[in-house]
């Protein structure tokens, strides 16, 4: 009988043995998939509940600074209530298990002094925790609250939570090292995000500025080459059209006029009115110049009260008709302010190539036959070679 019992008691044994390892089997295959750090914790807790039938398992893991543990999961009676919260990492059993490196179980009291033996009791209670420790560092551990029943948790529960916790370190650490890889692909990809939006925004203020240049690159190129009170051509942009206009001219074998424009008695009115008056008047006569003028034309202040234009294309018979163009248009009174002033006007035409070959011979042949106007009254005198007596 005695043989009897003893072999039932090894087949009973046996049995344990086969369901324990087939819960481990399944536990281990329930965690070493999954890669989630979150659900890994969970999975940890439900299972360890299951091996070793505990009221309560909670997961408390040592946070990055190593400072405290927080309890990231749990199962079981009043879990709920404490995941999430947190514990100095010098208290309680945790404390304990992380100064030791070794499992809490209720034998470990017999190995400690009267004085701290009673204290634990006390502290402790039914509580089981075993260490998860990692390749790399300590993880935290796996506590057991309470055995279902009422009894003390047995050595057999601490070697079945023990093996399972070597299971389970090494799936939360994967589980880790893979939060950590999203993590870091996250912030890489965040990182290219503002990489793009600063180069973006990087080429969005090149071109912002390269076009502000560009502007400004006209706008002083227009500066250097107009005249600032009236905005038309200065001297140099009118003697560089005609210049052009007379290479076209020679290479087409065509003609080309050049105008020069004074205002009568311009000084009298500086004189009595003042320069702003003078200014404004020198503005409006800008005006009408363009109101005769072709779009191939060139108008031009030279200077004070002399104009130019230059008329490609155009022999004299043609420059006369626009001259008497512009002194029709500069007969009605100027209205500057509160004046009405009146202001006549002389013009000189030359003609490319029989009056000049060269813009300095041009200008010079349209400037003599300007006084020619003045003197005669007439308005405006194309170039004759007896005139250049007079102007000496």
């Not at 990692?134 to 023990?162: E, S, V, W, Y």
């Amino acid at each position: 009988m005695k043989k009897e019992n003893q072999i039932f008691l090894l087949e009973s044994q046996l049995r344990d043995r086969e369901f324990e390892i087939a819960m481990l089997r399944e536990t281990a295959e329930a965690i070493s998939g999954e890669l989630d750090l979150e659900k890994v914790f969970q999975v940890v807790a439900d299972h360890a509940r299951k091996l070793i039938l505990a009221e309560t398992v909670l997961i408390p893991v040592l946070d990055q600074k190593q400072a405290q543990y927080i309890y990231r999961a749990g199962c079981g009676k009043n879990a709920d209530e404490i995941v999430g919260e947190s514990l100095p990492l010098d208290t309680g059993v945790c404390g304990w298990v992380w100064r030791h490196k070794r499992p809490w179980w209720r034998g470990v009291l017999e190995e400690l002094e009267e004085e701290e033996r009673n204290r634990w009791e006390k502290e402790a209670g039914s509580i089981i925790l075993v260490p998860l420790i990692g390749k790399r560092h300590f993880l935290g551990g796996i506590a057991g609250i309470n055995k279902i029943g009422g009894k003390d948790f047995t050595r057999r529960d601490l070697d079945l939570l023990t093996l399972f916790a070597h299971q389970a370190s090494y799936a939360v650490e994967n589980a880790e090292l893979f939060d950590q890889l999203n993590k870091s692909k996250e912030q890489s990809e965040e990182y290219q995000r503002e990489l793009q939006a600063l180069n973006a925004e990087l080429e969005r203020r090149v071109a912002q500025r390269t076009t502000a240049l560009v502007d400004a690159v006209k706008e002083l190129e227009h500066l250097a080459m107009h005249d600032m009170l009236t905005d038309l051509p200065n001297r140099s942009l009118v003697e560089d059209r005609l210049q052009q206009g007379i290479h076209i001219a020679k290479r087409e074998k065509k003609v080309i006029s050049l105008m020069m424009i004074d205002l009568n008695r311009f000084k009298e009115v500086n004189d009595k009115h003042g320069h702003d008056v003078g200014d404004s008047l020198l503005k409006q006569v800008a005006m009408r110049l363009r109101r005769v003028l072709r779009q191939s034309d060139t108008a031009g202040r030279l200077g004070g009260d002399e104009f130019a234009i230059v008329l490609p294309s155009t022999d004299a018979a043609g420059a006369v008709k626009v001259a008497e163009k512009l002194l029709k248009v500069m007969e009605p009174p100027f209205k500057v302010g509160d004046y009405t002033l009146s202001s006549a006007c002389s013009i000189g035409i030359a003609v490319y190539p029989q009056h000049g070959e060269d813009v300095t011979s041009l200008c010079r042949s349209a400037d003599v036959a300007m006084y020619a106007a003045k003197r005669s009254g007439h308005g405006y005198a194309v170039y004759r070679p007896g005139d250049d007596k007079n102007v000496m």
